[in-house]
């Protein structure tokens, strides 16, 4: 403890000065890293299990464990020059700053999801910096809050809250394997958000480490970037390595239900009153849809599409059926539709787990994962029946994984656009998730062509001015930076991700880092 207090301050004080790295080749930026590494960290440390080289056994599975879009296992994708796992805190400082001396970019990973691998592969020679060794979660149930360490996944937090607490819940996203790190830095919504909004509405505290290697708190950092890391996403911003959240109540019992609609058995209409319903329903009701083809003997072509309405109740089956009945009779729910489970057992089920399935499944970190590509947008007024069916024209073509349409409303439509960076609040009927399977090579661009043209089917029903997007499900076709990264040219995805937001962002940006060191296809240019 004593040489790394020392080591500590040597960094902050004489190390942390700019360095600008020459050029080298790739094998010189790798030797120079290790060196600088194993110098920082002291002759009596080791890297061993610190540090992956090319070399070692070790990379590839690690690099692999968390691609959780296949697209970007290709042999022809760019691979890391290094990955580094650090164990502690100061692994990441010296990671920094020996990247830096380097010349290496620097990727953050925390669980793998983004949708277009920015967390793991860069078209310059760069180093991972994966923190699923950093993954402690430490609950306080006096205070009802956690602190959460950046590796950890949503599976995980769920599975630790539910050992403390039968009647304790997050509001965060369904699929279990989720990294907190990403996911809370860029919104983060589940089955409860209409209840207790977005993950990151829920953060009290973080801790970050800069770009100078500092290791700062809420206070330290300031309610800038501490607004910017809620929302912005993180990798424009530091390393972060821990948030402290607000756990929320949920009850002893919840009702899910689930039933599905077929063209022939009045989809359509169901779904167009939907879009109108699903987002004025009390908050403690989620009802959403997933849209998807199936097959049908009776249509033309031998395929139909199916709307599935799914929901979540913070309540009993016999509070829920009235309710049901008042605002959505034409979805014909009876009592027997409901099941009543306890909230964890909700988790499982919207995982895609079985809700019996034991609550060890939730801390499993491998998953095979599809090959894909996805887009998001968001509706303010009800598309039109005739544009629905033009939809549904498009899917029968294509087939794609199921689109996902998400109401919001309730409490999302009290908190104001400023609040965070995540601007969509007020005035979102719905957000929409759709996403095409790239099979194979040779198949792709047709898929991805199609997913295209559905978005430009799209535009005259969904918001326009900007037309705009969900920053957890990043997408490239929205806009990159080129070159040095301008804020003129950063707009075009900017805006779309974060509105009015995008403008202070830059100038958090500028703030924190001007040197512009954290930097991706699509981190925020400083202003
Ligand atoms: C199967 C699947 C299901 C999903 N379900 C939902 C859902 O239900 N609800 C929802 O809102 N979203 C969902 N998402 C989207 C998900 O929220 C985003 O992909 C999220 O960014 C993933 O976080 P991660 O840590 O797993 O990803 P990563 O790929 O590790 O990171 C994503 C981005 O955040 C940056 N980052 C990661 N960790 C840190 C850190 N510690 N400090 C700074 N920057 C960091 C990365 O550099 C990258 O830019 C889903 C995605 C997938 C693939
Ligand atoms: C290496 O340094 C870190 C940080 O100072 C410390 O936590 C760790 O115990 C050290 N390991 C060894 C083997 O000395
Ligand atoms: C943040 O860190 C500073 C310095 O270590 C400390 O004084 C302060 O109490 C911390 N703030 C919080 C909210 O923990
Ligand atoms: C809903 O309940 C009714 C009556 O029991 C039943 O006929 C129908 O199949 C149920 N629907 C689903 C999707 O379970
Ligand atoms: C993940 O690991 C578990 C436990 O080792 C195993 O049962 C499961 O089949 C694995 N799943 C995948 C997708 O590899
Ligand atoms: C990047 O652009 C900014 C603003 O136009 C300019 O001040 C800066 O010098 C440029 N940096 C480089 C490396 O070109």
Known sequence: MATSMVKLAFLSITVFISIFPSASTSAGHDKGFLQCFQTMLGVDNTTSGVIFTKTSSSYEPILKSSIRNARFLDTSVPKPNLIVTPHNLFHIQVALFCSKKSGLQVRIRSGGHDYEGLSYVSHVPFIIIDLFNLRSITINMDEETAWVESGATLGELYYAIEKKSEVHGFPAGSCSTVGVGGHLSGGGF???????????????????????????????????????IRGGGGSSFGVITAWKIKLVPVPSKVATFDVSRTLDQGATTLFHKWQTIAPKLPKELFLHTVVGVTNSASEEGGKTVVVSFSGLYLGTPE????LMQNSFAELGLRRDNFTEMTWIQSVLYFAGFSKDESLEVLLRRNQTSPSFKAKSDYVKEPIPLHGLEGLWKMLLLENPPPFIFTPYGGIMSEISESETPFPHRKGNLY?????????????????????????????????????????NYRDLDLGVNRGNSSYENGKSWGLKYFNCNFERLARVKAEVDPGNFFRDEQSIPPL
């Open 190 to 228: 589940g089955t409860i958000f209409r209840k207790y909004g977005l993950a990151s509405d829920n953060i009290i505290d973080a801790q970050i480490i800069n770009v100078n290697g500092k290791i700062l708190n809420r206070t330290l950092m300031g309610e800038d970037l501490f607004w910017a």
């Open 319 to 322: 509070n829920l059926l009235p």
């Open 431 to 471: 957000g929409i998730q759709y996403s095409v399977n790239l099979v194979s090579n040779e198949e792709a661009p047709k898929h991805i062509e199609w997913l295209r043209r559905l978005h430009a089917y799209l535009a005259p029903y969904v918001s326009k001015f900007p037309r705009q997007a969900y920053l």
